[in-house]
């Protein structure tokens, strides 16, 4: 496809299960973001990756979070024992050239937890 | 490290009025600054953009901001607001600074809901 592509569109999980969270960036993209959101909040950045570079994992809120891309294609961001809190929108992002070029929005995962 | 404050989270305003959306960032090197939207049950769109040159950036949909580096700011402005403008406002800054993890890495602010009343 054309866009950034996210799958599930929707899960809803029991609390303790672990969960997996895709992305598919647009192809030829060397940067790819994972961000959150929750209800009436910002968004909330989780992880970064830039090409063959050690990701910036400075915004992953515990160690039950952990994201991961092969090359520069597909990402997987794992939630383990999943809390209510963890119950957000989770975006993906991806572009050309990190930071100087738009970035392209997935529509998301949404993630109840209950 | 840096960081984007939007000054409202929340602005209402009538059909035609002008309307501007405060963004203000903070970084020990220099930024590229965007401000992205985000309507209704929708996924998230790039408004405009600043990387250099004129301080005066103009977007999509007669949207328009302005950086200013004194100010450390980037504020965005249109002068006749229509109902198809309700949304939330994303602004946004990456991170320039050389040989770390993060550059090039995006950081938003926490948006700012226009609603705009006939």
């Known amino acids: 496809g054309a866009g950034v592509s996210q799958s599930p569109s929707n899960k809803v999980t029991e609390k303790g299960k672990d969960v997996e969270l895709r992305c598919d960036p647009i192809s030829g993209h060397t940067a790819l973001y994972w961000y959150r959101q929750r209800l009436g909040q910002g968004l909330e950045f989780l992880i970064y990756?830039?090409?063959?570079?050690?990701?910036?994992k400075s915004g992953l809120p515990s160690d039950r979070f952990s994201a991961e891309r092969t090359g520069e294609s597909v990402s997987t961001l794992t939630i383990q024992r999943t809390q209510q809190e963890d119950s957000a929108v989770y975006l993906c992002?991806?572009?050309?050239?990190?930071?100087?070029?738009?970035?392209?929005f997935g529509q998301g995962t949404r993630l109840t937890v209950v | 490290a840096q960081s984007v404050t939007q000054l409202d989270s929340q602005v209402p305003v009538f059909e035609e009025a002008p309307v501007e959306l405060r963004c203000n960032y903070s970084s020990s090197v220099s930024v590229y600054l965007f401000w992205y939207v985000q309507y209704p049950n929708q996924g998230l769109q790039l408004l405009l953009k600043y990387l250099s040159g004129s301080t005066l950036v103009k977007g999509i949909n007669g949207f328009e901001a302005e950086f200013n580096k004194s100010q450390t700011s980037f504020h965005l402005r249109k002068p006749s607001v229509h109902i198809s403008d309700t949304a939330e406002y994303f602004c946004a800054v990456s991170d320039l600074e050389a040989g770390g993890t993060s550059y090039g890495k995006l950081t938003f602010g926490q948006g700012t809901i226009l609603t705009v009343h006939p």
């Open positions: 990756f830039q090409g063959n570079s050690a990701p910036d």
């Open positions: 992002a991806s572009s050309f050239m990190a930071g100087y070029t738009e970035a392209f």
